[in-house]
């Protein structure tokens, strides 16, 4: 049964049901690491609009460094992102059943490599957090695209911007009253998208709070069971490779 529902959630072969529940799953994640990455390093790194704007502030601050230093945040997300369409494509031209668990197992390493990095960061503080924002903005990158390929764009995972707008728009439709009813358009609230979208919202919110606490508790090595469960996750389409057990390839 689990190795079933690991295929189930990330294997090749996509469904609604799949999408929704690894996009909470992830979203989840993305909250744990950006909390906990934030008490680690002072800042967020789940979303690049911050990041843009502090470039603008910055440069026109004339503090180059500090430019520099979110120009190569924003980068680091941009090249995790470029990393996942490269993993994918490589794995979807090869019929492979590990599509989309592969970005996720290079996740899942890259977050214990920011648990290992935490032994390092109080010593060499000012060399490694410049080091350990860029790797932060790369692991959130690489999940933001594997969710975004997965789900054909559907759900975003590592900011929530778009999800508590969208949640707003539902909610506006559910409070509006159609006061004749034969009247078209009728204005009716998807509650199945409104679900989606309270989930991915409760499951940041979630990891948010598990990631400050778990990160206040146990300070970096609040990442393994993180990594882990991650792990767990992705093995089960690798393992379906190793075997030579492929799906034919997509015509």
């Known amino acids: 049964m689990p190795l079933r529902y690991a295929r189930f959630l990330v294997g090749r072969d996509r469904t609604v ?5 690894v996009g909470w799953l992830l979203a989840f994640v993305a909250g744990a690491i950006n909390a906990g990455g934030f008490l680690a390093v002072r800042q967020y790194t789940s979303h690049v609009t911050g990041l843009v704007s502090s470039v603008a502030d910055h440069l026109v601050l004339g ?29 979807r031209r090869r019929a492979l059943a590990s599509e989309y668990a592969l970005p996720l197992l290079l996740e899942a390493l890259l977050i214990l490599c920011f648990g290992l990095m935490g ?25 933001n695209a594997v969710v975004t390929k997965l789900s054909n764009a559907v759900i975003r995972t590592t900011h929530m911007t778009g999800v508590v707008t969208d949640l707003g728009i539902e909610l506006g439709k559910l409070l509006y009253w159609n006061r004749v009813k034969d009247i078209t358009p009728f204005v009716r609230a998807d509650r199945e998208r409104m679900r989606v979208l309270g989930g991915l919202l409760a499951a940041f919110v979630g ?13 970096f090595g609040f990442t393994v069971p993180i990594a882990v469960a991650l ?14 057990h492929r799906p034919p390839p997509r015509a």
């Open 63 to 91: 503090e180059g460094q500090l430019v520099a230093a979110a120009l190569a945040a924003v980068l680091a997300f941009l090249l995790g992102a470029m990393c996942c369409a490269v993993m994918v494509n490589f794995a």
């Open 231 to 244: 792990t767990v996750v992705a093995l089960v389409p690798l393992w379906d490779d190793w075997r030579g």
């Open 207 to 219: 990891g948010g709070v598990v990631g400050a606490y778990g990160f206040k508790r146990l300070g």
């Open 119 to 143: 032994a390092w960061l109080a010593r060499f503080e000012g060399l490694l957090i410049p080091a350990t924002v860029a790797l932060l903005c790369f692991i959130m990158g690489l999940q």
């Open 17 to 21: 049901a799949a999408n929704r529940q």
